[in-house]
Protein backbone atom coordinates (compact mmCIF):
# COMPACT_ATOMS: atom_id res chain seq x y z
CA UNK A 1 0.00 0.00 0.00
CA UNK A 2 1.25 3.41 -0.79
CA UNK A 3 1.89 6.11 2.05
CA UNK A 4 0.49 9.10 1.88
CA UNK A 5 3.60 11.18 1.67
CA UNK A 6 4.14 8.82 -2.01
CA UNK A 7 0.52 9.57 -3.75
CA UNK A 8 -1.37 12.68 -4.33
CA UNK A 9 -4.73 10.59 -4.58
CA UNK A 10 -6.42 11.71 -1.40
CA UNK A 11 -4.85 15.02 -1.11
CA UNK A 12 -7.02 17.79 -0.91
CA UNK A 13 -7.53 20.15 -3.93
CA UNK A 14 -5.13 22.85 -1.67
CA UNK A 15 -2.44 20.66 -1.18
CA UNK A 16 -2.85 18.70 -4.79
CA UNK A 17 -1.92 22.17 -6.01
CA UNK A 18 0.65 22.57 -3.73
CA UNK A 19 1.98 19.35 -4.77
CA UNK A 20 2.22 20.40 -8.01
CA UNK A 21 4.24 23.28 -7.62
CA UNK A 22 6.70 21.50 -5.13
CA UNK A 23 6.76 19.41 -8.60
CA UNK A 24 7.74 22.14 -10.87
CA UNK A 25 10.15 22.89 -8.83
CA UNK A 26 11.92 19.51 -8.18
CA UNK A 27 11.32 19.47 -12.12
CA UNK A 28 13.75 22.28 -12.33
CA UNK A 29 16.43 21.02 -10.27
CA UNK A 30 16.54 17.22 -11.79
CA UNK A 31 16.52 19.36 -15.25
CA UNK A 32 19.75 21.38 -13.95
CA UNK A 33 21.19 17.88 -13.12
CA UNK A 34 21.10 16.69 -15.93
CA UNK A 35 22.14 19.21 -18.57
CA UNK A 36 24.79 19.94 -16.49
CA UNK A 37 26.14 16.16 -16.24
CA UNK A 38 25.30 15.63 -12.85
CA UNK A 39 23.70 12.27 -13.93
CA UNK A 40 25.35 10.82 -16.87
CA UNK A 41 23.78 9.44 -20.14
CA UNK A 42 21.68 6.09 -19.44
CA UNK A 43 21.84 6.68 -15.54
CA UNK A 44 19.02 5.14 -13.46
CA UNK A 45 17.65 7.70 -11.46
CA UNK A 46 17.21 6.48 -7.96
CA UNK A 47 14.44 8.02 -6.62
CA UNK A 48 14.34 7.44 -2.79
CA UNK A 49 18.52 9.14 -2.80
CA UNK A 50 17.14 11.89 -4.89
CA UNK A 51 14.16 12.55 -2.87
CA UNK A 52 16.77 12.13 0.44
CA UNK A 53 19.28 14.91 -1.33
CA UNK A 54 16.41 17.29 -2.29
CA UNK A 55 14.24 16.78 1.10
CA UNK A 56 11.20 16.15 -0.35
CA UNK A 57 9.11 12.64 -0.88
CA UNK A 58 8.73 10.51 -4.00
CA UNK A 59 5.86 11.90 -5.20
CA UNK A 60 6.83 14.94 -6.69
CA UNK A 61 9.98 12.98 -7.80
CA UNK A 62 8.25 11.07 -10.00
CA UNK A 63 5.54 13.79 -11.05
CA UNK A 64 8.77 15.92 -11.91
CA UNK A 65 10.53 12.15 -13.93
CA UNK A 66 7.21 12.10 -15.72
CA UNK A 67 6.78 15.42 -16.94
CA UNK A 68 10.97 15.44 -18.42
CA UNK A 69 10.10 12.03 -19.89
CA UNK A 70 7.17 14.18 -21.77
CA UNK A 71 10.39 16.55 -23.01
CA UNK A 72 12.09 13.82 -24.13
CA UNK A 73 15.03 14.02 -21.53
CA UNK A 74 14.24 10.70 -19.50
CA UNK A 75 13.07 7.50 -20.37
CA UNK A 76 10.53 5.35 -18.14
CA UNK A 77 11.67 1.47 -18.57
CA UNK A 78 8.73 -0.67 -17.54
CA UNK A 79 9.55 -2.76 -14.24
CA UNK A 80 12.83 -0.48 -14.14
CA UNK A 81 11.89 3.30 -13.71
CA UNK A 82 13.47 6.34 -14.78
CA UNK A 83 16.46 7.04 -16.54
CA UNK A 84 18.26 9.76 -18.32
CA UNK A 85 17.76 9.56 -22.26
CA UNK A 86 20.76 10.75 -24.67
CA UNK A 87 20.47 10.72 -27.74
CA UNK A 88 22.84 8.42 -30.48
CA UNK A 89 25.07 10.48 -32.75
CA UNK A 90 22.86 9.55 -35.54
CA UNK A 91 19.51 10.50 -33.51
CA UNK A 92 21.11 13.92 -32.81
CA UNK A 93 22.05 14.62 -36.10
CA UNK A 94 18.76 13.49 -37.82
CA UNK A 95 16.82 15.91 -35.15
CA UNK A 96 19.51 18.59 -35.69
CA UNK A 97 18.89 18.54 -39.80
CA UNK A 98 15.17 18.73 -39.23
CA UNK A 99 14.87 20.98 -36.68
CA UNK A 100 17.39 23.06 -38.82
CA UNK A 101 14.54 23.36 -41.78
CA UNK A 102 11.69 23.66 -39.74
CA UNK A 103 13.51 26.58 -37.75
CA UNK A 104 14.58 27.81 -41.07
CA UNK A 105 10.79 27.47 -42.28
CA UNK A 106 9.67 29.85 -38.90
CA UNK A 107 11.96 32.52 -39.61
CA UNK A 108 10.70 33.41 -43.87
CA UNK A 109 6.65 33.71 -41.78
CA UNK A 110 7.76 35.64 -38.61
CA UNK A 111 9.72 37.87 -41.37
CA UNK A 112 6.49 37.93 -43.62
CA UNK A 113 4.08 38.75 -40.20
CA UNK A 114 6.02 40.24 -37.48
CA UNK A 115 5.07 43.51 -35.45
CA UNK A 116 7.12 46.50 -34.38
CA UNK A 117 5.77 45.31 -30.82
CA UNK A 118 7.57 41.93 -31.50
CA UNK A 119 10.57 43.28 -33.05
CA UNK A 120 11.02 45.33 -29.61
CA UNK A 121 10.40 42.33 -27.66
CA UNK A 122 13.42 40.38 -29.66
CA UNK A 123 15.82 43.17 -29.55
CA UNK A 124 15.00 43.17 -25.72
CA UNK A 125 15.89 39.39 -25.34
CA UNK A 126 18.96 40.06 -27.70
CA UNK A 127 20.21 43.09 -25.73
CA UNK A 128 19.88 40.92 -22.64
CA UNK A 129 21.45 38.19 -23.65
CA UNK A 130 24.37 40.35 -25.14
CA UNK A 131 24.80 41.48 -21.73
CA UNK A 132 24.71 38.01 -19.42
CA UNK A 133 26.93 36.57 -22.50
CA UNK A 134 29.82 38.83 -21.21
CA UNK A 135 29.36 37.17 -17.47
CA UNK A 136 30.17 33.72 -19.30
CA UNK A 137 27.45 32.69 -16.70
CA UNK A 138 25.45 30.04 -19.71
CA UNK A 139 22.92 29.03 -16.43
CA UNK A 140 21.79 32.69 -16.72
CA UNK A 141 22.11 33.20 -20.67
CA UNK A 142 20.45 29.92 -21.65
CA UNK A 143 16.73 30.53 -20.03
CA UNK A 144 16.68 34.21 -22.37
CA UNK A 145 18.02 31.79 -25.32
CA UNK A 146 14.83 29.31 -25.07
CA UNK A 147 12.76 32.39 -24.67
CA UNK A 148 14.17 34.16 -27.75
CA UNK A 149 13.58 30.54 -29.66
CA UNK A 150 10.20 29.81 -28.28
CA UNK A 151 8.64 33.65 -29.01
CA UNK A 152 10.15 33.18 -32.45
CA UNK A 153 8.59 30.11 -32.61
CA UNK A 154 4.99 31.67 -31.46
CA UNK A 155 5.59 34.61 -34.07
CA UNK A 156 5.65 32.15 -36.94
CA UNK A 157 1.51 32.31 -36.96
CA UNK A 158 1.56 28.43 -37.61
CA UNK A 159 0.69 26.43 -34.04
CA UNK A 160 1.64 22.99 -35.45
CA UNK A 161 5.31 24.09 -37.22
CA UNK A 162 5.99 25.87 -33.82
CA UNK A 163 4.92 22.25 -31.82
CA UNK A 164 7.17 20.66 -34.06
CA UNK A 165 9.94 22.64 -33.68
CA UNK A 166 9.62 23.07 -30.50
CA UNK A 167 9.60 19.58 -29.75
CA UNK A 168 12.45 18.87 -32.02
CA UNK A 169 14.30 21.68 -29.71
CA UNK A 170 13.22 19.46 -26.68
CA UNK A 171 15.18 16.40 -28.11
CA UNK A 172 18.16 18.42 -28.19
CA UNK A 173 18.26 19.87 -24.54
CA UNK A 174 20.87 18.49 -23.07
CA UNK A 175 23.35 18.70 -26.27
CA UNK A 176 22.51 22.73 -26.97
CA UNK A 177 23.03 23.16 -22.99
CA UNK A 178 26.47 21.71 -23.00
CA UNK A 179 27.13 23.31 -26.23
CA UNK A 180 27.07 26.97 -25.02
CA UNK A 181 28.51 25.72 -21.44
CA UNK A 182 31.80 25.17 -23.74
CA UNK A 183 34.41 27.26 -24.18
CA UNK A 184 33.28 31.21 -25.14
CA UNK A 185 30.83 30.95 -27.51
CA UNK A 186 28.26 33.03 -25.95
CA UNK A 187 29.02 35.65 -27.60
CA UNK A 188 29.08 33.62 -31.00
CA UNK A 189 26.17 32.32 -30.10
CA UNK A 190 24.26 35.80 -30.02
CA UNK A 191 25.59 37.34 -33.06
CA UNK A 192 23.45 34.77 -34.66
CA UNK A 193 20.43 35.90 -33.19
CA UNK A 194 20.94 39.21 -33.89
CA UNK A 195 21.70 38.38 -37.70
CA UNK A 196 17.99 36.67 -36.99
CA UNK A 197 16.43 39.75 -35.63
CA UNK A 198 18.24 41.90 -38.49
CA UNK A 199 16.09 40.06 -41.16
CA UNK A 200 13.19 39.35 -39.87
CA UNK A 201 13.29 43.17 -38.51
CA UNK A 202 13.73 43.67 -42.25
CA UNK A 203 11.28 42.01 -43.60
CA UNK A 204 13.50 39.76 -45.13
CA UNK A 205 11.96 36.25 -45.71
CA UNK A 206 15.18 34.38 -47.70
CA UNK A 207 17.69 36.57 -45.41
CA UNK A 208 15.73 35.20 -42.64
CA UNK A 209 16.03 31.21 -43.63
CA UNK A 210 19.66 31.72 -44.26
CA UNK A 211 20.19 33.24 -40.82
CA UNK A 212 17.65 31.08 -38.70
CA UNK A 213 18.99 28.11 -40.43
CA UNK A 214 22.61 28.88 -40.36
CA UNK A 215 22.31 29.04 -36.64
CA UNK A 216 20.94 25.39 -35.92
CA UNK A 217 23.52 24.21 -38.22
CA UNK A 218 26.41 26.34 -36.04
CA UNK A 219 24.97 24.89 -33.51
CA UNK A 220 25.06 21.54 -33.93
CA UNK A 221 28.94 21.62 -34.78
CA UNK A 222 29.11 23.49 -31.29
CA UNK A 223 27.51 20.65 -30.03
CA UNK A 224 29.86 18.06 -32.00
CA UNK A 225 33.00 19.92 -30.41
CA UNK A 226 31.21 19.98 -26.91
CA UNK A 227 30.54 16.34 -26.71
CA UNK A 228 34.02 15.05 -28.35
CA UNK A 229 35.39 16.96 -25.60
CA UNK A 230 33.56 15.91 -23.04
CA UNK A 231 33.73 12.22 -24.04
CA UNK A 232 37.77 12.57 -24.25
CA UNK A 233 37.47 14.54 -20.70
CA UNK A 234 36.23 10.90 -19.57
CA UNK A 235 38.83 8.99 -21.27
Not at 23 to 39: L, S
Not at 42 to 64: D, F, M, T, Y
Not at 182 to 205: G, M
Amino acid sequence: MAKASDTTADLSPIDFLRTRSLANVVQHEIERMIVEGEFTPNERINENALAQQLKVSRGPIREACSALAALGLIQVIPNRGFFVRELSDEEARDVTEARAYVFACMMMSVAERITNKEIARLRALVDRMDALAKAGEVSDYYPVNLEFHSELAKMCGNERLAQIYLGLARELHIQRYRALASDAVLDISNREHRAILDAVAAHDPQQAFTAGRAHIVNGAKRTRRATEALRHGAD
